[in-house]
């Protein structure tokens, strides 16, 4: 009960908090939602290397969030300030460098860990940074509604994935072993959530979608969008808990009501949007 208590209240105050975030401070293509991007990714990266820690692999903190925000730093100088995009390529670079090279300043006696930092170090430039890299760039579409749908298909699918999974669970669980606690009913919720907000979305405010194709074509579209946006959530949530339980964490942290950490929050957002990105931009250009 006090799960569900943290929930609904993570739930009443970021749903409008997430809303006037992307709708209402719209000035350099989002500014306030890329800078929110940044920071989030900066710290699911702290709480990532806080995982490896338990595998000997040291990461200071500050580094950690350095590294996780590069990639959507990179994306909001191109998309907010008109950087040419080189920038992106260059700061990506630069921490990837930075990944190979951190090594020569290691002591002695950290010198058979050089490998284990390397690795972790590129890890996180990946996870969440460039993952996150994606949120930044759907701005560029100037549409606000196709960026808030995108989020809305995300929550859709880790909210219905949970309650289904609380609701019909019971019997179905321990499919999966990085996730025993994971249902077949929460997987089928955390798919169809999605697919039924995208139809919805097409049905009531069909100007999100910028495809010029009959009623039935775009219903389509948009569920096949839906589906494969909730795949990736899917996998998403389901990568992060592999991770989770290889470093024996429960929780990413504790930041978040109900939730744990920010990475647990945005790890379906995470996989979800390059996916959605690049559905969405290609049916753009095709329809």
Same mark, same amino acid.
């Given at each position: 009960?006090?799960?569900?208590?943290?929930?609904?209240?993570?739930?009443?105050? $970021?749903?409008?908090?997430?809303?006037a975030?992307?709708?209402f401070?719209?000035?350099?293509?989002? %500014?306030? &939602?890329?800078?929110a991007?940044?920071?989030l990714?900066?710290? $699911?990266?702290?709480?990532?290397?806080?995982?490896?820690?338990?595998?000997?692999?040291?990461?200071?903190?500050?580094e950690?969030?350095?590294?996780?925000?590069?990639?959507?730093?990179?994306?909001?100088?191109?998309?907010?300030?008109?950087?040419?995009?080189? +920038?992106?390529? /260059?700061?990506?670079?630069?921490?990837?460098?930075?990944?190979? &090279?951190?090594?020569?300043?290691? @002591?002695?006696?950290?010198?058979?860990?050089?490998?284990?930092k390397?690795? /972790?170090?590129?890890?996180?430039?990946?996870?969440?940074?460039?993952?996150?890299?994606?949120?930044? @760039? &759907?701005? %560029?579409?100037?549409?606000?509604y196709a960026? #808030?749908?995108? #989020?809305?298909?995300?929550?859709?699918? *880790?909210?219905?994935?949970?309650?289904?999974?609380?609701?019909?669970?019971?019997?179905? @669980? /321990? +499919?999966?072993?990085?996730? !025993?606690?994971?249902?077949?009913? /929460?997987f089928?919720?955390?798919? =169809?959530?999605?697919?039924?907000?995208?139809?919805?979305?097409?049905l009531?405010?069909?100007?999100?979608?910028p495809?010029?194709?009959s009623?039935?074509?775009? =219903?389509?579209?948009?569920?096949?969008?839906?589906?494969?946006?909730g795949?990736?959530?899917?996998?998403? *949530?389901?990568?992060?808990?592999?991770?989770?339980?290889?470093?024996d964490?429960?929780?990413?942290?504790? +930041?978040?009501?109900?939730?744990?950490? +920010?990475?647990?929050?945005?790890?379906?957002?995470?996989?979800?949007? !390059?996916v959605?990105? %690049?559905?969405?931009? @290609?049916?753009? #250009?095709?329809?």
């Amino acid at each position: 009960m006090k799960k569900l208590i943290e929930r609904l209240l993570i739930f009443i105050i $970021g749903l409008p908090a997430v809303i006037a975030l992307v709708l209402f401070l719209p000035f350099l293509h989002n %500014l306030a &939602m890329n800078i929110a991007v940044i920071i989030l990714s900066g710290i $699911g990266a702290v709480e990532f290397s806080a995982m490896l820690k338990s595998k000997q692999i040291n990461i200071s903190k500050a580094e950690s969030f350095i590294l996780g925000a590069a990639a959507p730093m990179a994306m909001t100088l191109n998309v907010s300030f008109g950087c040419p995009e080189w +920038i992106i390529t /260059g700061i990506i670079m630069t921490g990837a460098l930075w990944a190979v &090279m951190s090594g020569v300043f290691s @002591r002695s006696s950290e010198i058979q860990t050089v490998l284990n930092k390397v690795i /972790g170090s590129f890890s996180m430039l990946i996870y969440p940074g460039f993952f996150m890299l994606w949120v930044v @760039r &759907m701005n %560029l579409w100037e549409n606000n509604y196709a960026t #808030l749908l995108f #989020l809305f298909l995300t929550f859709a699918c *880790d909210s219905l994935a949970w309650l289904f999974g609380t609701l019909f669970g019971e019997n179905n @669980r /321990g +499919i999966i072993a990085v996730s !025993p606690n994971k249902s077949i009913a /929460g997987f089928i919720g955390g798919l =169809l959530g999605p697919v039924i907000l995208a139809l919805c979305a097409a049905l009531f405010f069909p100007f999100i979608f910028p495809f010029e194709t009959s009623v039935s074509s775009l =219903l389509l579209t948009a569920a096949g969008l839906g589906f494969c946006t909730g795949i990736a959530a899917v996998f998403g *949530d389901l990568a992060e808990s592999a991770i989770k339980r290889s470093s024996d964490f429960k929780d990413s942290g504790n +930041i978040m009501l109900g939730r744990g950490g +920010i990475l647990d929050s945005i790890d379906s957002i995470a996989a979800a949007a !390059p996916v959605f990105y %690049l559905l969405f931009n @290609r049916l753009s #250009l095709i329809l």
